[in-house]
């Protein structure tokens, strides 16, 4: 699923109206619901046909459809019946007399969709772009959230979609396809679901189509003519990844799966189908991140919904279920490096002011959003997973499939199911990381080195300084020269003591090694990184004598940074206290008043750089480093190192897509280096004696 799921629903309770209060009355069943849809890209028109059949009912049934909409006529059986519509909500009165039998609603509307897509957007956190609705010659894109059909207040019971277009326009929607066929003038195709899930999107596009069967489900993938050659990679990767999924968590739940090419850069999962942006299908490195992403929401998300009153869990699940494990996959040091990234975007980017607990995340909206919604989601899950081993985890998570496809389920309902295969009680554990904003921040206290019998003993505590302390086991290792030992220390209060034992001569203890826990990292422990300069909470630009960059293209770096509203001064009168400021250097500044260091490896001069032995002193050549404020503690500065104008024109933009990296280096039109400086971790050393 994605955040246009997010945005419906913010939208539904926002900007459409709201419906008469109906609490007491139950709301009319829907039977099923037939569209019938005609586009004409040439016009930017859609031209519908919808019939609703509602189970028997007396009064007035309501329906959700943009308000941009003209409708044409409404009747049922054949004559007119009476109704309003306005602001997007449509009420329709049944009529009277039908007594006892089931009554066919039908409408006739159309719908005008002129607003262009972005082409060029700054920043990709929101990935809709804004766009809900979008018919042109180039593709057509009608999100869930478009009001492209009546939509009825409860999901059809079954429901048949019928698209007409231009012939060389295939159309793409949910559910199994019944039918496609492309006539001298016409395409037309037929796609049935005959268990709804939730509101629906089309897409349709001058697609190549190729397609294969296993185990009864369609694979599928509509792509444009210029990416038709990857057909092959993504087929087989739906294969493979649709196999994986089914083992551990249960049959795929639909009847087909597309992978479909959309003509702006978004990822979507919807029910059986993900829609992928055209520059993002061709990157190499998507079909086995984002692809396998948007597969595990046919399980999570698509399969078993929802049930937004204790929050999204979805993102975080499958982020956990799909980004992470296929890192863990690989090897154990990629899984650490994935967990540690998401405890530094935590750290760096989610401010005080910006958190939220997690059962109030709905849906991604930026940088801060994400690292709640989909990175500590994502350890929670891990935590639950080390408390209850892998056999509970995933026997839980079957569970849940099975109890819930089709359904929605909470956060409760997964906190059950573990505790039910684990035989205990997992909620108050879970409930701790749900209602509270932040994470532990903890510390080393006391900590002392000595004798004992034969061999040593460290001793101190773990101070929690937050106001409620959290329960968690925190492991902790001491390493010694030649052996180490990993222990787990339960923490409950706020200062919780440790005792460890090793035969040889301990050099150092280390908090969560491995970084199982979910906790705020604190300033030393987290890599200097471009995600860092995103999350400041005050930041400044300072341009130096030798910036090689127009102001425009500065406020271009910044805004996409999510930094519009920093200042921009000179070095030579800067007017701020620069001690006070994160800083974002454009050009090298002089070192006598702020004497800025890098790590090994990196040199940087006004007209040239080095990194990892290479010199860079081309016009097209632009350095970008983050490292740590020589002036303050816990504060940043980075360098904006453009060897010309066009330089920072070319790059400037680019830069933010590259968050979790402290180096990056670009040449040639293109990110030759990047890289991560290691952070120094929480860490307790013993001197040599
Ligand atoms: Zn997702």
Avoid at 115 to 120: I, L, M, R, T
Avoid at 541 to 568: F, H
Wanted: hydrophobic fraction near 40%; glycine fraction near 8%.
């Amino acid at each position: 699923m994605k955040a246009a799921l997010l945005i419906v629903r913010i939208l539904l309770l926002v900007l459409l109206p709201t419906f008469p209060a109906l609490a007491a009355d139950p709301l009319p069943v829907v039977e099923r619901q037939e569209l019938r849809v005609n586009l004409v890209p040439d016009r930017h028109l859609l031209e519908g046909e919808s019939l609703v059949t509602f189970a028997p009912f007396a009064g007035r049934v309501f329906l959700n459809l943009s308000s941009a909409a003209a409708i044409d006529r409404i009747s049922v059986a054949g004559k007119g019946v009476h109704y309003t519509f306005s602001g997007g909500a449509l009420a329709v009165d049944l009529p009277k007399e039908r007594g006892n039998a089931p009554a066919t609603v039908r409408i006739a509307y159309r719908i005008t969709y002129g607003k262009q897509v972005p082409e060029h957007p700054a920043s990709s956190e929101d990935p809709t772009y804004g766009v809900t609705g979008s018919i042109t010659p180039a593709g057509v894109f009608l999100g869930s959230d478009a009001g492209w059909y009546p939509d009825p207040q409860v999901l059809p019971k079954y429901r048949k979609v019928k698209v007409t277009a231009p012939a060389g326009m295939e159309a793409v929607t949910s559910g199994k396809r019944l039918e496609r066929e492309t006539g001298k003038k016409v395409f037309r195709s037929v796609w049935e679901e005959k268990r709804p899930t939730g509101e629906l999107s089309l897409s349709a596009g001058p697609y190549d189509i190729r397609e294969r069967q296993v185990n009864g489900v369609a694979i599928y993938t509509y792509l444009y003519p210029q990416n038709a050659r990857l057909a092959k990679t993504y087929l087989d990767a739906a294969v493979k990844y649709i196999g994986m999924y089914s083992k551990l968590f249960g049959p795929y739940p639909f009847d087909k799966f597309a992978a479909v090419e959309n003509f702006f850069p978004t990822g979507y999962g919807y029910p059986s189908y993900t829609l992928l942006g055209s520059t993002v299908i061709r990157l190499p490195f998507i079909v086995d991140t984002s692809f396998p992403h948007e597969i595990a929401h046919c399980w999570w998300g698509n399969g078993v919904r929802v049930d937004y009153r204790e929050g999204n869990w979805s993102e975080g699940l499958v982020t956990y279920l799909a980004d992470y494990l296929l890192e863990e996959k690989k090897s154990p040091a990629a899984a650490l490096d994935y967990r540690l990234r998401l405890l530094s975007e935590y750290a760096s980017l989610v401010k005080p002011d910006r958190d939220f607990p997690l059962r109030h995340f709905m849906g991604r909206v930026d940088a801060p959003s994400r690292a709640v919604g989909y990175g500590k989601a994502a350890m929670v899950f891990h935590m639950v997973r080390n408390r209850i081993g892998d056999k509970a985890f995933f026997g839980a998570l079957q569970d849940v499939f099975r109890e819930k496809l089709f359904k929605t389920a909470t956060w409760s309902d997964f906190a059950k199911a573990f505790s039910r295969r684990a035989g205990k009680d997992l909620s108050p554990f879970m409930t701790q990381w749900l209602v509270r904003p932040g994470g532990p921040h903890l510390s080393f206290e006391g900590v002392t080195l000595r004798r004992k019998g034969r061999g040593w003993q460290v001793s101190g505590n773990i101070v929690q300084q937050n106001s409620r302390p959290y329960d968690l086991t925190l492991p902790l290792r001491v390493e010694g020269k030649n052996a180490s030992v990993l222990e787990k220390v339960p923490l409950s209060g706020r200062t919780s003591p440790f005792r460890i034992s090793l035969l040889s001569r301990p050099r150092r203890v280390i908090m969560d090694p491995d970084a199982e826990v979910f906790r705020v990292l604190s300033p030393e422990e987290l890599p200097p990184t471009v995600n860092l300069v995103k999350g400041s909470g005050k930041l400044a630009l300072v341009v130096t004598d030798t910036c090689q960059a127009e102001e425009g293209t500065l406020r271009d770096l910044l805004q996409s940074l999510g930094q519009g509203a920093a200042p921009v001064v000179s070095e030579e009168k800067p007017g701020i206290r620069l001690a006070d400021y994160d800083l974002l250097f454009c050009g090298m500044p002089r070192q006598k008043n702020f004497p800025l260091e890098f790590p090994a490896g990196i040199g940087a001069a006004p007209k040239q750089f080095t990194l990892g032995g290479d010199r860079y002193s081309d016009f097209y050549d632009l350095l970008f480093v983050v490292t740590r404020h020589p002036l303050a503690e816990d504060r940043t500065a980075a360098l904006f190192l453009p060897l010309s104008r066009d330089a920072a024109d070319k790059y400037a933009l680019k830069i933010t897509h590259y968050g979790k990296y402290g180096y990056l280096a670009f040449s040639g039109g293109e990110n030759r280096r990047k890289g991560t400086f290691s952070p120094a971790g929480n860490v307790v050393e013993f001197e040599e004696k």
